[in-house]
């Protein structure tokens, strides 16, 4: 019987660096197979502008997944709306980018692939076609009709994992997003996530507050006292294991760190500057809280280093390595 997990795999816009970081990686073998959701004329013109060889095999889904070799890439092909230019945005190609998420998605909830590993989408020129769209996590929680789910991003390594708390709205907009169910939302998908695809069996969550000082007591502000605090207590009371509320400036020390599974911060750059300063191009994008494995790249479009040498598929290598820790490790618990 095969071990071999099929994923699939969505380049993000054609304009950008996703069809680059396809070719690239299709040049390293995959303990993977690995298949583009992806116009299959575009990653041939982005192969031969980089220069490299790259083999588009059609994938037969009824047959097990097998890994394949170096320079070859597993394709179910969806057509752009127009050819794409690297570094040139195209908003007729916007609906292009959701029908390879549609697919995606379609591949994982339907068993012909145990994981999606996205690549970077650019949110303004889907928006500018007249779709509206926050973001790949917001729509494939649609799509997945799933409650809300949880940003995480966690290094290659696994040595710091972040969720967060509340994640792209304005610092202002903060204090009164962190509600006792937002939170508890938040604590118990991410615990659940670690002990089902992480396989951890009591995760440690070191838990940030939101104030200077953890609130000091009120005197910096009473998020901490009116609302952390007490859904922590609460979780505790469930089996949940937790600490905090702690200082945010000093919970990212390592003797804090040590022993702790997850941190979870309040805010989307209370958390995530310190683990893309510690790992940035080789971290991971992970959707926690969604009936499908989701994993992706830690960065932009890049639209000015598309076609060119500098693109470092680092980030995408981890996703696909975290991809697949997390669905062996689905499949063992």
């Excluded at 071990?3 to 660096?17: K, M, N, Q, S």
């Excluded at 118990?188 to 000082?213: C, K, S």
């Amino acid at each position: 019987m095969s071990t071999t997990a099929r994923l699939a795999f969505t380049p993000g816009e054609p304009a950008g660096i996703g069809p680059d970081l396809a070719v690239r990686i299709a040049q390293r073998a995959q303990a993977a197979q690995l298949i583009a959701v992806a116009d299959p004329d575009m990653l041939k013109a982005r192969a031969e502008l980089l220069g490299l060889p790259l083999t588009l095999e059609t994938i037969d889904y009824a047959a097990p997944p097998r890994a394949l070799p170096a320079g070859t890439l597993g394709i179910d092909p969806i057509r752009c709306a127009h050819p794409a230019r690297p570094g040139v945005l195209d908003r007729d190609n916007a609906r292009y980018v959701l029908d390879t998420l549609d697919r995606a998605v379609d591949l994982c909830r339907d068993g012909q692939c145990a994981g999606l590993v996205t690549g970077p989408v650019h949110k303004a020129v889907i928006n500018d076609a007249g779709i509206v769209f926050s973001g790949h996590t917001g729509y494939l929680a649609d799509r997945c009709a799933s409650d809300a789910p949880v940003m995480m991003l966690a290094t290659d390594d696994g040595a710091l994992r972040v969720a967060l708390a509340s994640v792209h709205i304005p610092l202002a907009a903060v204090p009164a997003a962190l509600t006792h169910e937002s939170l508890t939302h938040t604590l118990r998908v991410t615990d659940h996530a670690l002990r089902e695809r992480f396989g951890i069996a009591r995760p440690r969550l070191l838990v940030a507050g939101l104030n200077p000082h953890a609130g000091e007591n009120g005197y910096l502000g009473r998020e901490e006292i009116d609302v952390i605090t007490p859904v922590l207590e609460a979780e505790r009371a469930r089996g949940l294991d937790l600490v905090g509320p702690l200082p945010a400036d000093t919970l990212f020390t390592p003797h804090r760190l040590a022993g702790a599974d997850a941190v979870v911060a309040m805010y989307h750059d209370q958390g995530l500057p310190v683990i893309k300063h510690l790992g940035f191009g080789r971290t991971v994008n992970i959707s926690l809280g969604l009936p499908i494995v989701r994993t992706s790249v830690d960065h932009g479009t890049a639209l000015e280093l598309a076609g060119g040498d500098s693109v470092d598929y680092g980030s995408l290598q981890a996703a696909i390595d975290t991809a697949l820790h997390m669905t062996a490790a689905g499949r063992t618990n």
